[in-house]
């Protein structure tokens, strides 16, 4: 019996109607929490009006092309946000032994395990993201072809690998540490940083920052293909391979310590 | 008939480290190197036929679970050899669980928000369970069960006795030729244990299923299992029919009365009096368990009536419950 | 063979010894990235204004503020909403009513202990840090004594929001929801995130007639002030002291009415 990527979308469509279903019949709820999402994102977005109200530009990036980054980030987060937010209860699972109950399916276990969470709330996000890009998009006067739009939405989805591989590896960590909030809070916090320019920090910083902490893969490198195609660095290029070398060892990460711990944990 | 599963002597080892208390050894502990193996399985071998009902018991830590994770394939192996429906579990796990089920008694593997018939459907994908088995098996599960009214429930809304009820039904929904029960009845009451029961069985006899059984619940054992396998720190103490041990015990007899006296307090006066032999009491009679070949039943009898006004009793073979504490504590010789 | 049999001891053992001092380390090295980042941005936003100083703030007193504001949050943050939420959820809050004190006060006065711990350890730390380094930017004087005294009246505020906000749980299950929108709500408009001084007119001043500059943008205000004009001060303590009033008032009688419907309607 073969288990292709075909097989694999139709189970997560499926599981995901059903998420769906069963979270629209705690209404209140789902609207509270897409409401405090939405909250969330426009404080964010007035903080950043009011900086610009007072200050013409940052580090020669003028408010327009500052709102393209910041666009740029909360779309390549929102993937991270939906579809691997179970992550945040691995460390309950594994702490209580139920973990186990994952291992015994014939399908892929970090499949089985990231596909049972659907966090609805983070397409509020996207919708604002999106917004925010297209607005930002006009008002730079960038041009609108086809070649464009491949590329950013080829460029966006590899961001979005970063942060997930990086959220993957500080879950993973709670197969070996005990009570590991902290490391993926301390990887959580990340997303705050992934909308400015890394040209504003000193060159140690830049480097960590690149090489390191990949934040800078975040939005900055892969939007630079966009906002400056003429003078687009080669890590940019190379953001798109980051991101995959990225997210795949994080899932080795991951899958190795899911079998190591399978076998220890009662 | 095959051999569905196989053990030959399976040897698992874990390293632990020895930790020390207070706030100095928590800081020893950071400088310790002090390890330790514990053997969590010593040198198990065991063939189990398709088809049959397999008790597995042991006082709580004598290694059953550990073994269960070899055979599943989520554990190695330290030394020695398994195969599981053909395959060796830990190098193949997922082709292995498209042939096993597995339930724990208190952790549910639905999905929690859906209706029964939802996950019942995602499982009939992920096995890729063909229409017409599946229809067949819902089919054959409404004429075991009412499951009508369970279907439309969220797992999460149901008794722990209708989420049991459902894992079970999941476990077996692909049709697989091995069942792990862990636990099956733990924490459910008498009406609901029953049924599980008559659903196992029923299940075991119509798909000819192969069922491991875990339980501390003696009365799973007699409803369910023909032959039990005993192990305890790590060994093999028994592995043959349940009459068949019962006879190494066939001196024995249950001698149960009913006295004047509130029970307990009775109870606890034949305890005093007789120190050689096992006294317990439930809701209606006191046991007490005699060997034939030491001192005849009559002979307590009469000697009990001196010292206490008997209203009833009864004389039973001993009873599997009673058999299994004395392998526990004594072994079988 | 026999070195890796010590190599697998030796990891272990660097293992063990990690997981007692990770957490400390990781939060410190967290709170440090987000001075960096902090104090990068920053720069680079004054010099676009040739390091002007803004709305009366250079970028010292930008730099300060923030880093400052951020310890503040750092213990303000009591999880109340979390607390409330899952004991109505849980079940629990039956038992903490029947309880021989004031719902509020027994949450408060729990907690109350790590409040100090948190001061201690990070505010206290902090502050010290930042005035040793900026060599004068903090003044030492009087305005500690004020500044002391719009914090504790900061937290009454902050707390009292907490628990106005917490008893929104008994309606709704969602405390996720609930809980987010009021940290984002309190950070933006209390002058945390940024100093209200960068704020634009309009909004600045409805900022100032609502309670949550009380929190943040008061004591702070109060602490860097250089020369302070004894009726600021005055207008500073004296609102924020009318917002302790009116919200402990408001949380109270919410959580009565609340509680009564609850009650009524078995919940």
Redesign the interface.
């Known amino acids: 019996m073969k288990r292709g990527l075909g097989f694999y979308l139709r189970i997560y469509a499926r599981i995901l109607v059903q998420d769906i279903k069963s979270k629209m019949s705690y209404r209140a709820d789902f609207i509270i929490s897409t409401l405090g999402m939405i909250c969330t994102n426009i404080a964010g977005f007035v903080s950043f009006w009011i900086v610009f109200q007072n200050f013409p530009s940052v580090d020669g990036w003028s408010y327009y092309e500052m709102l393209f980054l910041y666009g740029f980030s909360l779309v390549s987060l929102t993937p991270v946000q939906c579809l691997f937010d179970n992550n945040w209860s691995l460390r309950m699972y594994v702490y209580s032994g139920d973990f186990i109950k994952y291992c015994f399916r014939p399908i892929n276990l970090f499949f089985y395990y990231q596909s049972e969470v659907f966090d609805i709330k983070g397409l509020g996000q996207l919708a604002f993201g999106i917004g925010t890009l297209v607005y930002a998009w006009a008002k730079l006067g960038l041009p609108v072809t086809a070649l464009m739009i491949v590329k950013m939405i080829v460029f966006l989805i590899t961001a979005s690998l970063i942060m997930i591989a990086l959220q993957n590896a500080a879950a993973a960590t709670c197969f070996w540490i005990q009570n590991s909030f902290y490391v993926l809070d301390f990887v959580f916090r990340f997303k705050d940083y992934a909308k400015y320019p890394i040209t504003i920090f000193s060159p140690v910083f830049r480097f960590i920052f690149t090489f390191l902490m990949p934040i800078a893969f975040i939005a900055y490198y892969p939007s630079l293909v966009i906002l400056h195609p003429d003078e687009v660095p080669l890590l940019s290029w190379l953001s798109p391979v980051v991101g995959l070398v990225f997210f795949f060892l994080s899932y080795k990460i991951w899958m190795y310590g899911a079998m190591k711990y399978s076998g220890t944990g009662s | 008939m095959s051999n569905v599963i196989e053990l030959k002597n399976v040897i698992k080892e874990?390293k632990v480290?020895n930790r020390h208390e207070g706030l100095k050894g928590?800081i020893k502990?950071?400088?310790?190197?002090d390890?330790k193996t514990v053997r969590a399985v010593d040198g198990i071998s065991m063939t189990i036929e398709q088809g049959e009902i397999v008790g597995y018991l042991g006082p709580n830590g004598a290694g059953k679970?550990t073994t269960i994770?070899m055979m599943?394939g989520?554990?190695?192996p330290t030394s020695g050899g398994i195969t599981v429906g053909g395959v060796v579990p830990c190098r193949s796990?997922?082709?292995l669980?498209?042939e096993?089920?597995?339930v724990?008694g208190q952790?549910?593997?639905l999905?929690w928000?859906?209706p029964l018939i939802?996950s019942f459907?995602?499982l009939k994908?992920?096995?890729?369970i063909p229409d017409a088995e599946y229809d067949e098996m819902l089919r054959f599960y409404q004429s075991l069960v009412d499951i009508e009214p369970l279907l439309h429930k969220?797992v999460r809304q149901m008794s722990l006795g209708q989420r049991t009820l459902s894992d079970i039904l999941a476990a077996f929904l692909h049709n697989p030729k091995i069942v792990f029960l862990d636990e099956p009845t733990i924490g459910l009451d008498v009406s609901m244990k029953a049924k599980i029961r008559t659903l196992i069985h029923a299940l075991n006899q119509e798909k000819h299923t192969t069922v491991i059984l875990t339980t501390h619940d003696m009365g799973d054992v007699d409803a369910l299992c023909r032959r039990i396998v005993i192990i305890d720190k790590g060994k093999m103490l028994y592995d043959n029919d349940i009459e068949h041990l019962k006879g190494f015990f066939g001196s024995y007899r249950t001698l149960k009365i009913r006295p004047e006296e509130a029970l307990s307090q009775a109870a606890e006066a034949i305890a005093k009096e007789l120190p050689d032999f096992r006294v317990s009491a439930d809701e209606e009679w006191i046991s007490i368990l005699v060997d034939e070949e030491k001192q005849k039943v009559l002979d307590v009898l009469g000697q009990l009536q001196h010292t206490h006004v008997i209203r009833d009793m009864q004389l039973e073979e001993i009873s599997t419950e009673e058999v299994i504490k004395k392998i526990y504590e004594e072994g079988v010789q | 063979m026999k070195l890796k049999k010590y190599l697998t001891f030796t990891r272990a053992g660097i293992i063990e010894a990690l997981q007692f001092r990770l957490s400390t380390v990781v939060m410190v090295i967290g709170n440090l990235l987000y001075l960096i980042v902090t104090y990068f941005l920053w720069k680079a936003i004054f010099a676009s204004v040739n390091n002007e100083p803004i709305g009366g703030m250079t970028f010292y007193d930008t730099l300060i503020y923030l880093v400052l504001a951020t310890a503040l949050n750092g213990f303000m943050e009591m999880y109340t909403v979390w607390e409330m939420g899952r004991s109505i959820q849980s079940g629990k809050i039956v038992l903490d009513l029947l309880r021989p004190m004031e719902y509020r006060k027994y949450l408060f006065w729990s907690y109350s202990g790590g409040f100090v711990v948190q001061f201690l350890t990070t505010f206290l730390p902090t502050f010290i840090v930042v005035t040793a380094v900026t060599q004068g930017a903090v003044p030492l004087g009087l305005n500690l004594v004020w500044f002391m005294i719009s914090v504790v009246m900061a937290v009454s505020i902050n707390y009292s929001i907490d628990f106005l906000v917490g008893t929104v749980c008994l309606y709704t299950e969602s405390i996720w929801g609930i809980n987010i929108m009021k940290q984002v709500v309190i950070l933006l408009l209390s002058g945390a995130t940024v100093p209200l001084a960068f704020f634009p007119e309009p909004l600045k001043t409805v900022v100032q007639y609502l309670p949550f500059q009380s929190i943040y943008n008061a004591p702070l205000t109060l602490l860097l002030n250089k020369n302070p004009e004894p009726l600021a001060i005055l207008t500073t303590l004296g609102t924020q002291l009318l917002w302790v009033i009116v919200m402990l008032l408001l949380g109270k009688l919410f959580w009565r009415v609340s509680l009564r419907q609850i009650t009524v309607n078995g919940g």
């Open positions: 874990f480290l928590s502990d950071l400088f310790s190197r390890y679970s994770k599943t989520v554990l190695e796990r997922t082709k669980a498209q096993i089920g597995v724990f952790r549910s593997q999905w928000a859906l939802e459907r995602l994908d992920i096995y890729q969220p």
